[in-house]
């Protein structure tokens, strides 16, 4: 059996980055969120005040097997991130390291006086799901485990055809008058912004359109929010990972798409459109957009992430649970 050494205290983000992005690739669970260049952007975002308390297990040949990506506030610890920018979250542990790392885990922040455990955005299929509450119970842990929220998806098919052929048949006629109602009018096009330079001379465009096209996405994107996305799609875009498509019609932006492209899927984070534009079903055509591209371009998978808009379910999404998980120490078991 493999050994494995004490867990090493994870300070900073630079001080394992080549590792963690390789230990991605070996781990059940994987996505752009617990990457170490998405952690960073939040934690240098949203921070409030926490401290970084996370840790990393390597085996005995220095290969790293595991990380805890945490903070602490006091004797509060959770994962970096929050469910505001964050769509999953998650430990990352290569296959075979559970047995090890889960243990570890509670010991660990218990020695270093932990009485909570908050952790968010926990897909339905993660290890720590199925192995982490009924573990923390059996060493004396208050568990509470909830649903937090739905992130539809959709195994895309081979082609286009038999993409619309797997919707309901309204949603498939409702979605080809759509598109014929778009070409008939004309002067329209679509197109996908991915340089660095080229996304970051576009962001205001796609901040207007988000801004006009509700006014829950306004009140959302306050001045800090508004600064992480324009570092973020900088970061993701000199990473290779941003897709941010635009809609125009007669010459004018009417829709954008703001999407990442990660591990064979397509994230569709966010989005905007300008509500004159609403009788075209501008936002809804250009997701169906970016979605075919998606398709065509060989992706597994199209994830519209958090979030039961009605929308992704007459695009063919389909829910996947998203779980919170709280662990607290109560009484003498918190003082020991």
């Known amino acids: 059996m493999t050994a494995f050494e004490a867990p090493t205290p994870l300070a900073s983000f ?28 939040w934690w240098n975002a949203f921070q409030d005040g926490r401290s970084l308390a996370g840790f990393y297990l390597t085996d005995d040949a220095g290969e790293v097997t595991a990380i805890a990506s945490l903070s602490r506030a006091e004797d509060h610890y959770s994962l970096l991130g929050n469910s505001d920018t964050f769509d999953y979250n998650d430990f990352i542990v290569a296959a075979g390291a559970e047995e090890i790392f889960y243990p570890t885990l509670l010991d660990t922040i218990s020695a270093n ?3 909570r455990l908050d952790l968010y955005s926990i897909s339905e299929e ?15 842990y208050a568990v509470d485990v909830a649903e937090e929220d739905v992130a539809p998806r959709i195994e895309l098919a081979d082609t286009w055809d038999d993409y619309l052929a797997g919707l309901s048949k309204k949603d498939r006629h409702e979605l080809r008058r759509k598109l014929r109602r778009l070409d008939a009018q004309g002067n329209w096009r679509w197109y996908c912004v991915s340089d660095p330079g080229e996304a970051g001379e576009r962001m205001d465009t796609f901040v207007d359109l988000m801004r006009r096209s509700d006014p829950a996405k306004a009140e959302f994107l306050t001045e800090e929010r508004e600064a992480f996305f324009r570092r973020m799609v900088e970061a993701t ?11 125009e019609m007669d010459e004018l932006p009417v829709a954008a798409s703001l999407c990442f492209d990660y591990d064979g899927v397509r994230m569709l984070y966010n989005s905007g459109h300008d509500p004159e534009y609403r009788y ?13 591209d998606a398709l065509e ?3 597994r998978y199209f994830d519209f992430l958090r979030g039961n808009e009605p929308y992704k379910y007459r695009l063919g999404g389909t829910d996947h649970q998203l779980y919170r998980i709280s662990l607290e120490r109560t009484g003498e078991d918190a003082a020991t």
Do not use: K
């Open 237 to 247: 875009a000199s990473e290779g990972m941003l897709r941010l498509f635009f809609m």
């Open 280 to 292: 075209y079903s501008v936002g809804l055509l250009l997701h169906s957009l970016c979605l075919r």
């Open 126 to 140: 993660s290890p720590t799901l199925a192995i982490l509450p009924d573990l923390a119970r059996a060493n004396g």
């Open 14 to 41: 630079d001080q394992i980055r080549s590792q963690w992005q390789e230990l991605l690739g070996r781990s059940s669970v994987n996505n752009l969120y617990i990457t170490p260049v998405w952690q960073e952007l």
């Open 113 to 115: 006086g932990a009485t």
């Open 297 to 299: 371009s060989g992706y």
